[in-house]
């Protein structure tokens, strides 16, 4: 072996004899020193205390602190002056290890190397009046200057490690509490020129982070574990917590923070982003206040978000809370039903208004840019707010263009089917929200619905090619540019609805439509829907609907009311013709009512009122009428005879008047029932003429055979006829005419039972034409042979005339 090797070994092992040799020197020193130096310890970590340090025993480790010294110290407990009032130490710790400086132990002074601390608690206090049990930390007082000699520097502490430590903080006259369960809080700690830098390990769960009691805990019974990089600046009084990824739970988030710790009370700025988080585990978060209105939704795919939270320690309000989220291509499930291709930016805030208070009712929430589709309908929302938490209020700006057969997904074909149109719509909108639903809404703006095909299945009516123009104007609703085209019908309507969305919401029965109508050629028959039983509706639901609307909306066309102002060109029903028609229309669920009707028909005009109720299967309907010089051969034509199989319309002439007072009722088809009708008709024939009645032909060949029996010429005729079901009462009548006089009375059946007896004078009525005196007419009238004939139903069906003596047949009333 080389000398100079040799030498070099030699040297190292001198120097490895010594250093243990020193070490067990100092091994010696603190073991006979031991009482000494617990009271120096005592000393140096009482002087910031305002209180009592007890510790229950001191023990060397010099292994676990070699080559320094190190001393484990049992059942530490700190504290303040007050405990005896409030009973929260500061701090207990079963063990609390601490290593120094070795050298400095030979200097005659004390440098903490390393504090361990295990299964403790620290337990920082504040009572309702504000003192802290951190008031156990003396503030420095300004010393006169020392000289070298008796200068020292204050103890730093480089490494730290707790496990299994509770730290709490009890703010009772701010309402926060903060509870951490540590099990792992780690680190080093180096000192530069102003303050100090640590790198932390953490592990630990939170039982609490509330900072407003009042409104529950922030991250509660969430496991954060990560690594975090600590400083403190002397001059700013400030720590910081510089951003960087910790886990919460199993989601990694980027939190920062800053306390500015020379303010009082301490302030503080945390910061939390997620980049891509569930919206459950974002929410699950948050505190009861919050996540309770979150909960109400979902999103499937992970959102960003970031939250910033601003406050102190003092006070006993919430602290400012902003939070940004970014939402792309995403499913949102919420109370009015799924909305699918979801994308928008969104603030949290509770600082709506600056200087208002970090509340309820100033929080809101703001969406820009949101985009989505509801039940395959796409829409745009430029800017959405909802705003005030305590009473929610939403505002916004809602677009959409699409295929109104899209309408079917959100309403169900059952009640109104849509088959082809486009609607357009723009709508500003502010509602309240009461259980997450639209309440007392106020809209402005327009919906607009063009070349659209539906049918109102529950009546089974159709329309084609159909336009609307709908205008929002706060709470009222005023609707334009409708054109409806029910088969050969069409019609234009504009209208109004007083207080439509408060009422659409919470009363849409309540909901009165106000309409103008008018149009070129109505064809009633193809409205006979409203004549018929309504259909069922079968409640169901479908994937992304909500039935509470479709609910609302059959409510409203099925219980509303419309009242209609109607000024018709031509009315069309069967071979029923009139023109120039006006009327105002009552619809309700129970029928319709007529008021004010007039048309011109069959050369006259016809007034009427009424209405038709219906009932089961078929429709009760009463009217009121006054036809005045109308044709009498048209006008029996146009209404079927009115049921009568003789004489018919064919054998009518005249100018016809009359007033009725009728009620019946009528089916779906918008036929008479028969037997159904009651009531009384008082008539009046001028200019009238019975033509090729061939039952009067019949009787009259043999009677009267040198007299014109085919055009029996009615100059006035006058009567009234009560109807009872299927049979007329005709009142004794005197009917006067160019062939004869006769005076008729008796029952005429729509059925069987008729029985209708007629005095007939033989005397030719001609013989009188040139008498003017209209006494001697009447008393001249009865002169002669007097025929007495009494109508029957005959075997065929027909009406059967007979010969009978005077009054001696029988009469059916």
């Known amino acids: 072996m080389p000398f100079w090797l040799k030498r070099t070994f030699q040297v190292l092992a001198a120097l490895i004899v010594l250093i243990i040799i020193v070490f067990i020197g100092l091994a010696m020193y603190v073991n006979v020193n031991k009482k000494e130096l617990l009271i120096s310890i005592n000393k140096e970590l009482n002087r910031n205390i305002n209180g009592t340090v007890t510790v229950g025993a001191m023990e060397p480790t010099f292994l676990r602190g070699f080559p320094g010294v190190s001393v484990s110290l049992k059942n530490v407990e700190i504290r303040d002056s007050l405990w005896k009032v409030h009973h929260h130490s500061l701090l207990t710790a079963k063990d609390f290890d601490i290593s120094v400086n070795a050298m400095a132990l030979l200097r ?71 509870l951490f369960a540590i099990q792992d809080f780690s680190g080093k700690v180096d000192y530069p020129s102003s303050g100090w830098k640590a790198d932390v390990n953490l592990k630990t769960l939170v039982r609490s982070l ?103 320690m003092g006070g006993g309000g919430d602290p400012s809370i902003l939070v940004n989220a970014s939402v792309k291509a995403n499913k949102l499930t919420s109370p009015g039903g799924v909305i699918d291709h979801v994308n928008f930016s969104g603030v949290y805030t509770n600082n709506f208004i600056n200087g208002k208070g970090f509340t309820d009712a100033n929080s809101a929430v703001k969406l820009y840019r949101f985009s989505g589709s509801y039940a395959e309908i796409p829409f745009t929302i430029d800017t959405a707010f909802i705003h005030n938490f305590d009473k929610p209020v939403a505002t916004g700006v809602f677009k959409s263009k699409f295929d109104v057969s899209k309408l079917n997904n959100v309403i169900g074909d059952d009640m109104l089917k849509f088959t082809k149109g486009t609607a357009n719509l723009e709508l500003h909108y502010s509602a309240d929200l009461v259980n997450f ?46 054109r409806l085209q029910s088969g050969k019908s069409i019609v234009f309507m504009d209208g109004s609805i007083k207080n439509f969305l408060n009422l659409y919401y919470n009363a849409p029965e309540k909901i009165m439509f106000n309409w103008n109508m008018r149009s070129p050629d109505i064809y009633l028959a193809e409205f006979l829907g409203f004549l018929s039983s309504r259909k069922g509706r079968k409640v169901q639901k479908s994937k992304g609907k909500s039935n509470v609307s479709a609910n609302q909306l059959n409510q409203m066309l099925e219980k509303g009311k419309a009242q209609i102002n109607l000024k018709v060109a031509r009315v069309h029903y069967d071979k029923f013709l009139g023109t120039n028609a006006t009327a105002t229309v009552l619809l309700s669920d129970a029928g319709l009512n007529l008021t004010n009707t ?216």
Not at 212 to 240: A, H, P, W
Not at 247 to 255: H, L, V, Y
Not at 441 to 469: C, E, H, Q, W
Not at 765 to 789: A, L, Y
Request: glycine share 8%; with cysteine; aromatic share 8%.
């Open 108 to 178: 005659g002074t004390i440098e903490i190397r390393k504090i361990a601390i295990n299964n403790a608690e620290a337990y920082l206090y504040t009572d309702s009046t504000g003192y802290s049990n951190t008031s156990v930390f003396k503030k420095k007082a300004q010393a006169p200057e020392q000289t070298k000699e008796e200068s020292a520097s204050p103890a730093e502490i480089r490494r730290f490690d707790l496990n299994d430590v509770r730290f709490i903080l009890d703010n009772r006259k701010g309402n926060k509490l903060f």
């Open 598 to 813: 007039s048309l011109r028909h069959a050369g006259g005009t016809v007034k009427l009122g009424g209405s038709v109720t219906q009932i089961g299967t078929t429709n009760h309907f009463t009217v009121n009428t006054v036809v005045s010089n109308v044709n009498i051969r048209d006008f029996f034509y146009s209404f079927d005879n009115f049921g009568l199989k003789s004489p018919t319309y064919k054998n009518l002439k005249g100018n016809f008047f009359t007033r009725t007072n009728v009620s019946g009722n009528i089916t779906p088809a918008g036929k008479i029932v028969p037997g159904s009708m009651n009531g009384t008709v008082i008539f009046d024939l001028k200019n009238g003429a019975l033509v090729n009645y061939q039952e009067l032909q019949s009787v009259g060949k043999f009677a009267f055979p040198f007299r014109d029996l085919n055009n029996i010429v009615i100059s006035n005729l006058n009567g009234k006829f009560d109807i009872r079901g299927e049979k007329v009462r005709i009142n004794p009548m005197k009917i006067n005419s160019s062939v004869l006089n006769m005076d008729v009375e008796g029952i005429y059946s729509m059925g069987a039972g008729t029985n209708i007896l007629l005095d007939v004078p033989l005397r030719n009525p001609k013989k009188d034409e040139e008498i003017t005196d209209k006494k001697e007419i009447r008393e001249r009238r009865m002169k002669g042979i007097v025929v007495h004939i009494q109508a029957l139903d005959g075997e065929d069906g027909k009406i059967k005339f007979k010969l009978v003596r005077k009054r001696s047949q029988d009469k059916t009333e």
């Open 437 to 482: 639903k639209l309440n007392k809404p106020m809209l402005r703006g327009l919906v607009s619905v063009k070349n659209a095909d539906v049918s109102y299945v529950p009546r089974n009516l159709n329309f084609k090619n159909t336009s609307i123009t709908l205008d929002f104007q706060k709470e009222d609703l005023q609707i334009r540019d409708i």
């Open 210 to 312: 509330a900072f407003n009691t009042k409104r529950g805990s922030f991250v509660k019974d969430k496991l954060i574990q990560g690594k975090m990089d600590v400083s403190y600046d002397n001059e700013l009084g400030e720590i910081e917590v510089k951003p960087k990824v910790l886990k919460i739970g199993e989601d990694p988030f980027i939190i920062g923070a800053k306390f500015k710790i020379a303010k009082d009370p301490t302030a503080f700025t945390i910061t939390i982003e997620a980049r891509s988080i569930l919206w459950k585990n974002a929410s699950a978060l948050l505190a009861p206040n919050i996540a309770s209105r979150l909960n109400m939704f979902n999103l499937d795919k992970p959102i960003a978000v970031k939250c910033i939270i601003d406050g102190d």
